[in-house]
């Protein structure tokens, strides 16, 4: 018997935080990850032991680099399978606070970001039957009024408007396509708010969450054990948001 080829996935912002979690998560697996990121520093360098060299210095929010990291990820590995999009500047603050510009930043970076990659990708994923698993935010699917956040959050539902309708256009494809809804997940790079340890005992299960339980949940969806599983949006919030 031939044996199955080796799945290749792209973690975009997957050099820190909730990114890397799922980049090691997939590579535990055995599946060969390609990380792409806009930072730098000596961590570059580990990341590059780490995963082979599979590392793709990348602004995401630029549409020529996204035709680069395909050339790259094509070129090295012949096909792609996973598509994780862990994507998503933050802003907290009401409504009132945020400018014009910080909105117009906060829907290029969680929009058009995915909306670059999905359309670079698409054809690699139809040809594997691949998934795409894109990230959002706990109670994005209830479109609720927001005291904090709000600017966010918005990008964020208009991300999930793309996830459903990419899900539904490429269901024909054998393409999957889903969001993951982080809650308060502390980690080295997150928000000052995320840390606040009241806010935390406000969560139904009196505590926060952790990146290897983000990073199980992107795992399952870009496995066969969720194979007829698209267009959803899966809350890892301990039941924050409900």
């Known amino acids: 018997m031939t044996p199955e080829p080796r799945r290749v996935a792209l973690v975009t912002g997957g050099a820190r935080g909730l990114g890397l979690a799922c ?7 055995g599946v060969s990850v390609h990380i792409a990121f806009r930072s730098s ?3 570059v360098d580990e990341l590059r032991r780490e995963f082979g060299g599979r590392v793709h210095p990348a602004d995401v929010e630029r549409e020529g680099d996204w035709a680069r990291l395909v ?4 070129g ?10 862990c994507v998503g500047e933050y802003e907290h603050g009401p409504l009132s606070d945020v400018a014009a510009t910080t909105l117009q930043r906060l829907f290029e970076n969680n929009v058009l970001s995915a909306h670059f990659g999905f359309a670079a990708l698409r054809p ?8 795409a698993v894109l990230f959002g935010c706990a109670g994005v699917d209830t479109a609720r009024a927001r005291r904090d956040a709000a600017a966010y959050v918005a990008a964020k539902t208009a991300l999930l408007v793309l ?6 256009e490429e269901a024909e494809h054998g393409v999957r396509v889903n969001m993951v809804a982080p809650g308060l997940v502390p980690h080295e790079h997150a928000s000052e708010d995320t840390l606040d340890e009241s ?8 505590r926060p969450g952790e990146p290897r339980e983000v990073a199980e949940v992107v795992a399952w969806l870009s496995s066969s054990a969720s194979s007829y599983v698209t267009g959803a949006v899966v809350p890892v919030a301990g039941g924050w948001m409900l």
């Open 41 to 43: 520093g000596p961590h």
């Open 76 to 85: 090295s590995e012949g096909r792609l399978d996973h598509f994780v999009h």
């Open 199 to 206: 806010i935390w005992r406000r969560i139904p299960f009196g």
């Open 163 to 168: 996830a459903r309708s990419w899900a539904q």
């Open 23 to 29: 980049a090691r998560r997939l590579a535990s697996e």
């Open 71 to 74: 050339s790259e990820v094509l």
């Open 124 to 131: 690699a994923l139809r040809a594997s039957r691949g998934t």
